[in-house]
C-alpha cells in the first residue's frame, strides 16, 4: 500500500516509538491522527507537522474514547488505512515477594491498556476500514501492533507486560485471518532495547552497559528504525499474519 495520501492512526504517537511514525509517515504525505494521553506533546506536533497531523486525547482502556477517537479520524480525513499501536505501559512487580502477593489491580491494569485497549482499537478501526474502496493490491487497510521481545524473553518482574505483550503476539494470525477475505492485513513488530523517553530516565552508564547486550549492531535501536519497519510493512503487500523482532538479535536473560 501506498503511504502517501492515506490516513494513519497511530496510537502512543505524541513520543517514543508512535512519534517516530507519526514524522516519518508524515513526511511520506500520509494524513496522521495520533491518539495519546500527553495533550500538550500531541499538540506540539500537531503546531510542528501542519495540516496532515491531528491529535485527540485519549485512553484507549476507555470505550468511549476509543470510539470517538475512530470516529473523528474518519470525519476528519475521510477514511482510515493505517493503524500503529505503540500505546503501552510497562510494569515491574514480582508475583509475590516478603511484602505480599503482586498487585491484582495493577495486573489487570496492565492488560486493559496493553491488550484490551489495543484490541479496542483494532476491532473498532477495522471495522471503517471494511468500507474502504480496494485499492490496487485488493486491499482495504494495514494493522501494526507493538509488542515486545519481552513477549518471548520475559525478565523477572515482567509477568504483567510479558502476558499483555506475549497476548498480543497470539492474536497476531487470528486477527490476519479473520480480516484476510477483507483485505485488511495484521501484524506485529517486537522490538528491542530502543532509545525511548522511558529509556532516557535511566543513568547514563546503565544505557552504554544495555547497548553492549546487542550482538550487532551493538546500540539502542533509533525509534526512527522502528518507524522505518512500520513503514516497509504497509508498503509490502506480501507481509500479513507475522510477528517481525527488531532486536538486533538480543535474547534476554533472566534478569
Known amino acids: 500500500m501506498k503511504i502517501e495520501g492515506k490516513t494513519a492512526i497511530i496510537t502512543g504517537g505524541a513520543s517514543g516509538l ?5 514524522r516519518r509517515f508524515v513526511s511520506l504525505g500520509a494524513n496522521v491522527l495520533m491518539l495519546d494521553l500527553n495533550e500538550e506533546r500531541g499538540m506540539a506536533l500537531v503546531n510542528e507537522l501542519g495540516a496532515q497531523a491531528a491529535f485527540i486525547k485519549t485512553d484507549i482502556s476507555v470505550p468511549e ?41 495493577y495486573f489487570k491494569k ?9 484490541f479496542d482499537v483494532i476491532r473498532s478501526a477495522a471495522f471503517q476500514m471494511l468500507q474502504n474502496e480496494l485499492n490496487d493490491e485488493g486491499g482495504r487497510g494495514v494493522i501494526i501492533n507493538t509488542s515486545s521481545i519481552a513477549a518471548f524473553d ?38 528491542g532495547l530502543f532509545d525511548t523517553p522511558m529509556m532516557a530516565k535511566l543513568p547514563e552508564q546503565v544505557r552504554v552497559d ?29 507481509l500479513n499474519g507475522e510477528t517481525i523482532r527488531l532486536d538486533g538479535a538480543i535474547r534476554m536473560t533472566a534478569k
Open 154 to 191: 520475559g525478565q523477572v518482574g515482567q509477568a504483567a507486560y510479558t502476558a499483555s505483550k506475549a497476548a498480543l503476539v497470539g492474536m497476531t494470525l487470528p486477527l490476519a485471518r479473520d480480516l484476510a477475505g477483507d483485505g485488511i492485513r495484521v501484524l506485529t513488530i517486537c522490538p
Open 210 to 238: 544495555l547497548a553492549k547486550t546487542v550482538p550487532f549492531p551493538s546500540k539502542l535501536g533509533d525509534p526512527d528504525e522502528f518507524a522505518m519497519l512500520a513503514q516497509q510493512i504497509v508498503e509490502n503487500p506480501m
Open 65 to 105: 474514547d476509543v470510539q470517538q477517537s475512530v470516529d473523528f479520524a474518519k470525519d476528519k480525513f475521510g477514511q482510515i488505512d493505517i493503524v500503529v499501536n505503540c500505546a503501552g505501559i510497562p510494569s515491574g512487580a514480582k508475583v509475590a515477594s516478603k511484602k505480599g502477593p503482586h498487585d491484582l489491580a
Open 18 to 22: 508512535g512519534e517516530a511514525v507519526v
Open 110 to 118: 496492565v492488560i486493559d491498556i496493553n491488550l484490551t485497549g489495543i
